[in-house]
């Protein structure tokens, strides 16, 4: 059975082992331009050894942005300092992903912590808040705007510009790439039946509900490589009956699978304020699970993952074939190694050799 820190192999890209860097977004960009801080920030989570360094949610839109200091792939301006990046990330072990977003209904807010530190020079509010979209006009919460319900004109733009926002990572040397499909952001506010109200060919059925979704990947492969991963993060439940279920992530993984998804990333929840989650160690990994035994498509395991022999124990029952880290590698970009040390693998430790007199 495989373990944490054996390989693992997509299509043409093989990752050193089994650990991921959630997409977590830092509100540091300028007019969805990266700086030096994503440079270092990822940097130091290829260095620290993990397998695949994840960019994170990166709009494809300006008016897709969660907030003004978001990351965007919009413009080819974008694209020399993501080079820098990747080519970073690369010559370090890893594998450079970028999860690609649009944050729908939840868009124009003001930055986190905006006030404090370096992100005080980037904008704090949206003093000019653009409009934002959704299948249909209702506001995520008390306090949010109300957006506008997309033509089907809209839409067709959209999924373009997800088209060329993978040309653009690709040009920019990404070599995975994660539509994010989760958390009540657009994509996600399409499948599930608490936000959308359409009554066309988007929404309604499951089917139509899912064409959103299966219309950006078909798009997207007109541009990205066959021999490259495409992954969906995706929230398998909304953890309310009414909504979208986790019967209808496993139907929805068999048709992404026809079309070539590599990766299901099997997180969940966020369509909707005030749901009930029952947050507890590893409460996401069911999710994985479940997806993976009954579809045959590989998953990645997420949600309060912290420990590495528990890491490890994920891998080697069948659970998920990766684990994502988020807030874990926040604390510690240099958890991968220390795992290593832990577990001891027989492959080679992630360890970088102007590092090793450190262990």
Not at 60 to 84: A, M
Request: proline content about 6%.
């Amino acid at each position: 059975m495989p373990q944490l820190f054996d390989s693992f192999t997509l299509k043409s890209i093989t990752l050193r082992n089994r650990i991921g860097v959630s997409p977590m977004c830092q509100y540091s960009s300028q007019d969805g331009h990266a700086s030096d801080w994503h440079l270092v920030h990822l940097g130091s989570r290829a260095i620290g050894g993990a397998g695949l360094v994840m960019m994170e949610a990166t709009a494809v839109t300006p008016e897709g942005r969660i907030t003004p200091g978001d990351n965007g792939i919009y413009l080819d301006s974008h694209i020399p300092k993501l080079i820098q990046i990747t080519k970073f990330i690369k010559e370090h072990g890893a594998v450079p992903a970028i999860q690609l977003a649009h944050a729908g209904r939840k868009a124009a807010r003001e930055i986190p912590w905006a006030s404090k530190g370096s992100l005080s020079s980037v904008v704090a509010k949206c003093k000019d808040e653009w409009t934002i979209v959704a299948p249909s006009a209702l506001a995520f919460d008390e306090g949010f705007q109300v957006p506008h319900a997309l033509t089907e004109m809209e839409i067709t733009e959209i999924v373009l510009a997800f088209k060329m926002a993978a040309k653009r990572a690709l040009d920019s040397g990404f070599e995975f790439l994660e539509i994010h499909s989760a958390h009540g952001y657009l994509i996600h506010s399409f499948l599930s039946p608490i936000s959308n109200y359409r009554n066309d060919r988007y929404g309604g059925s499951f089917e139509n509900r899912s064409r959103f979704l299966l219309e950006i990947i078909e798009a997207i492969a007109l541009v990205w490589p066959t021999h490259l991963p495409v992954a969906v993060r995706l929230s398998c439940t909304d953890w309310i009956t009414e909504g979208w279920t986790l019967s209808d992530s496993v139907y929805l993984a068999l048709e992404l699978k026809k079309l070539g998804v590599d990766l299901l990333d099997c997180s969940s929840g966020s369509i909707a304020p005030h749901i009930k989650i029952p947050v507890t160690k590893h409460y996401q990994v069911p999710l994985s699970e479940e997806i993976r035994n009954k579809t045959g498509i590989a998953t990645a395991a997420v949600g309060l993952i912290t420990d590495a022999f528990e890491a490890n124990e994920i891998i080697f029952t069948g659970k998920a074939d990766l684990v994502f880290l988020a807030r874990e590698l926040l604390r510690n970009p240099y958890w991968p190694i220390q795992a290593a040390q832990k577990l001891n693998p027989p492959q080679q430790k992630p360890i970088p050799v102007q590092y090793l007199r450190g262990f």
